[in-house]
Every structure is written in C-alpha cells, then in structure tokens.
C-alpha cells in the first residue's frame, strides 16, 4: 500500500556508496533524478549522515574549532531612533561614532531614525552605551526611544 518508492534498494545502496566516498546530496539528487529530501531520507534510514561525520572526526579530516577562523559577524541593519543617536554623539566609543556616521537618516514623522548596518556586537554596545536613557530618571521619550531600539535588536536577532 501506499506510494511506491522512488529509489529502489540497489539505488539506495548506492546513493549510501556514494555519499560515503564524498558525493553531495544536491549532486546524487540530480543524478538519480529525485529530490534532494529523498537522497537525505535514504541516508538518514541508513545512518549514512551520521557514520560520515564520525569517520571524519576519526581520519582527522574534520578540523577543531580552535583551529577554524572565526567567521565574520553578520550585519544587521537596524534603524536607532533619532534621540538615541543624538545621545551618544556625546559617547566616547569610536566605532559607535562610525556606525553612526555611516548610517542613512530617514525621516519618520517629526522626529528621524539612522539605519546602521553593523554586527549584532556594535548594536549591543550601543544599546548599553543607552542604558542611561532606560532609567528612572530620563523622560519618557528616552524610555520609549530605548525599548524600541532593544525590541528592533531582539526582532533582527529572532529572540524576543
């Protein structure tokens, strides 16, 4: 019953063979004329991913993490309200007077914001270089121009 299977059991085993020698899935994919999904369901059936993995490891093939270069930070763009950025051309931070200075203004209402493309790190530091508008003592513009710009952070960054 059900639908027939795409690749039959001498397929498989060789879209296993071949994965284990080092072929990727888009390339069996096409080679076998199925989907990509069908080549990773057939491996996964045959722990065909798993073993790969832990014969790198084994061999030496696959390299430590101290040993990688880290990765670049991803940019994000993310707009600062126009209060936050005119309290902190007061800061001291020269990559935040960068960010800033290289930011595109755009006019919201009455007031602006600055569209800073920048790592996730810069945007933190920023935020914290803000800390002093989110307090008690501030207005409540500064409050809400802080909360704003924390909530865009967790929104470019998926946690809330």
């Known amino acids: ?7 039959d059991e001498d397929k498989a085993a060789d879209v ?3 994965y284990a020698k080092g072929a990727a899935v888009k390339v069996l994919a096409r080679r076998y004329d199925v989907a990509p999904k069908t080549i990773r369901r057939v491996l996964d059936a045959a722990g065909a991913r798993d073993a790969v993995d832990v014969l ?3 061999d030496g093939m696959a390299t430590d993490v101290e040993e990688q270069a880290p990765e670049p930070e991803q940019p994000y763009a993310i707009d600062v309200p126009g209060l936050l950025a005119e309290y902190l051309k007061a800061t001291e931070v020269s990559e935040i007077h960068e960010a800033l200075r290289g930011g595109r203004t755009i006019r919201r209402g009455q007031g602006y914001s600055v569209r800073v493309t920048a790592p996730l790190a810069l945007h ?3 935020l914290g270089q803000c800390a002093a508008l989110a ?7 500064g409050r ?6 924390a ?3 967790a929104a470019a960054t998926g946690k809330k």
């Open 135 to 141: 307090g008690d003592g501030s207005t409540p513009a």
């Open 151 to 153: 909530d865009r952070i």
């Open 16 to 18: 296993v063979d071949a």
């Open 56 to 58: 790198e490891e084994l």
């Open 124 to 126: 933190q530091a920023t």
């Open 1 to 7: 019953m059900g639908r027939p299977a795409a690749l």
């Open 144 to 149: 809400k121009a802080y909360r704003t710009y």
